[in-house]
């Protein structure tokens, strides 16, 4: 029994509340927003497979790695590193990092934040009518004139900090709970509305199917095999200790295997559902697959624009899309709240004001490189393209690495075992061999390619 900490924790109410969470954190901006526009920036097919095969080799063993150390840590990710390394006799300088997942956690909502408030805007504009009969000019022009105003972006990132912060500073198991109780469907039924639409698109539908799950390998770069596993990361909020601070919420008796396959299985069939929702329109409207971080904003008002009550479902829409944001904002956040709550002293609402406010102010840099500060190129990037670039490619596959090291080789095997709790010794040693192997080795190897080390 660990009454010590019971006391100062929540833990979830049951296992279908912490898939819903950790659900809740996995889907997001990532699934709708940025895997249809980077598997249309990447080529389509050869792009996604790769993404699939991250998730099952790397994601899965990497997800419940994390869920792992985090219930058996108990503590925010710095504490629990540091004190798992202590036990098993380890140097607690591993908790570094928890370190750099905090930072990403910052880096990432900052700008995620500013794309989130995109969707916000995008409600009033669905609800007000502003999609009716739109082409896919006028669609393009409604968005540009968004991005366009450094303004109105601001008060629209404003907003949704102040959203964020605000159930942030609540604590996570009242509100969200319930709250994703009832988002995570409706997101589905959604999307299932959106891709019936698109499957009318006859021809282009087909075509979308063939570009999402047709490889042809002469459009994969080593670029792209980077994104694509960054991306398995991205979405599944792995590597920077969100899923890791939540499954130290995680009670005892719940089965890490069983609720990690879950998660990952309904992560990649929302991000799949948007991709078919979103290439027919492409395809239909004679539109570019590399449109980029617009795509979703481009594309999707045609569909709501030409649908019987688009102006319903496309508000409905967008609120749903915002609420899957939030979800995701308020994990990203959590290491550094529980971090600042923990050990600083603090209570959470001042936390959480503390390090909204620094998120906040970060994410200018990516209100202006959509508009005054488009210029500004680093690396040949934008400041927006630099940070997720940063963050989604490097910090959470480095973080994914460590963890697996972490979880492999400085855990126990009696330690990682029991806390898997996992009655078949064959799925523990498969997994055991993914992280102590298979993954550190992928991860590594698509690193050194990019590097130009390997060839
Ligand atoms: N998984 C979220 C999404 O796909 C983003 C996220 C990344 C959340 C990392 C938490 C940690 O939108």
């Known amino acids: 029994m660990n009454t010590e900490k019971k006391s100062l924790r929540d833990v979830w109410s049951s296992r279908w509340a912490f898939i819903l969470v950790a659900t809740g954190s996995a889907v997001g901006l990532g699934n709708i927003w940025k ?6 920036e990447n080529g389509g097919g050869a792009f996604v ?11 899965i063993p990497v997800m419940m790695a994390e869920i792992m150390v985090g219930r058996s840590g108990k503590q925010n990710t710095v504490n629990t590193l540091k004190s798992i390394a202590k036990k098993e006799g380890r140097d607690p300088a591993w908790r570094f990092i928890a370190w750099v997942g905090v930072a990403a956690g910052f880096i990432i909502l900052s700008y995620y934040s500013v794309i989130a408030g995109e969707a916000l805007a995008y409600v009033f504009r669905a609800f007000g009518g502003t999609f009716e009969g739109v082409t896919a000019d006028g669609a393009q022009n409604i968005y540009k004139s968004l991005t366009d105003d450094p303004e109105r972006l601001l008060a629209w990132h404003t907003v949704f900090m102040v959203i964020t912060m605000t159930v942030a500073a609540r604590g996570i198991k009242n509100g969200l709970e319930k709250l994703i109780k009832v988002l995570m469907p409706a997101l589905v039924v959604m999307l299932l509305l959106l891709v019936g639409f698109a499957a009318n698109t006859g021809e282009y539908f087909t ?73 027919p329109l492409v395809f239909a409207n004679d539109l570019s697959t590399n449109a980029g971080p617009g795509l979703i904003f481009e594309t999707l ?50 936390a959480s004001v503390t390090a909204g406010f620094a998120v906040w102010l970060l994410g200018l840099l990516t ?39 972490f979880a492999g080789w400085i855990m126990s095997q009696k330690s990682s075992r029991g806390e898997l709790a996992i009655k078949s010794d064959f799925v523990y040693r498969s997994w055991l061999f993914l992280v102590r192997y298979v993954s550190p080795v992928a991860i590594s190897i698509i690193f050194l390619n990019i590097i130009g080390l390997l060839g």
């Not at 030409?306 to 899309?321: D, K, S, T, Y």
């Not at 209100?367 to 210029?375: A, M, Y």
Request: charged share 10%.
């Open 207 to 279: 075509q979308a199917v063939d570009f999402l799950f047709s490889p042809d390998f002469s459009k994969l770069t080593r670029a792209g095999v980077l994104t694509a596993m960054g991306h398995a990361f991205f979405t599944l909020s792995l590597g920077m200790g969100a899923i890791m601070v939540y499954g130290s919420y995680l009670p005892k008796d719940i089965s890490i295997a069983k609720v990690t396959v879950a998660i990952a299985f309904a992560d990649t069939l929302i991000a799949l559902l948007a991709g078919l929702a979103i290439f």
């Open 367 to 405: 209100v202006f490189s959509f508009n005054v500060g488009s210029h500004w190129l680093l690396f040949g990037m934008t400041l927006f393209e630099l940070l997720d670039y940063l963050t989604a490619n490097i910090m959470l596959p480095l973080g994914g690495l460590f963890v697996t090291l």
């Open 301 to 350: 008002p045609i569909a709501f624009g030409h649908m019987a009550g688009g102006q319903l479902f496309g508000g409905i829409f967008f609120v749903l899309l915002v609420f899957a944001a939030w979800s995701s904002a308020i994990s990203l956040i959590e290491p550094a709240i529980s971090w600042l709550v923990e050990n600083k002293q603090i209570s959470r609402r001042r």
């Open 49 to 59: 497979l790769v993404y699939l095969l991250c998730i099952a080799i790397i994601g």
């Open 35 to 40: 895997f249809p526009y980077i598997a249309g």
